[in-house]
């Protein structure tokens, strides 16, 4: 699995969504049926477009301090915070 990180805005402020997949196309195809919170579904759509692409998050230096703590979304049926998916793996 991967960490990706999706820069979106919500309620119109600039936000991250910070998602775990197996790859790009099963990532968003994850993320069209998840709850976003109050992130703005417009800030989305050049994802699934594919105008813009998801970073891929290599070590905790990239995921803002914020969301350290953050369950994933996307395939975690753990439900693992972005820290514990670091963790896991050293």
């Known amino acids: ?9 919500a ?15 099963s990532l968003l195809h994850a993320l069209e049926y998840q709850d976003h919170g109050d992130v ?3 800030s989305l759509l050049p994802y ?6 998801p970073r891929l ?3 905790l230096e990239d995921v803002p301090e ?6 994933c979304l996307g395939d ?4 693992i915070t972005v ?5 896991t793996q050293e």
């Open 57 to 59: 998050i290599r070590s």
């Open 83 to 87: 820290a514990e998916f670091f963790d």
């Open 11 to 25: 309620d119109g402020e600039p936000s991250v969504i910070v998602a775990l997949a197996e790859d790009v196309e």
């Open 76 to 79: 975690n049926p753990e439900e």
């Open 48 to 53: 699934f477009d594919g105008e813009k692409k």
């Open 66 to 71: 914020d969301y350290l703590d953050f369950v």
């Open 40 to 42: 703005d579904e417009e």
């Open 1 to 9: 699995m991967k960490l990706y990180r999706l820069n979106v805005t």
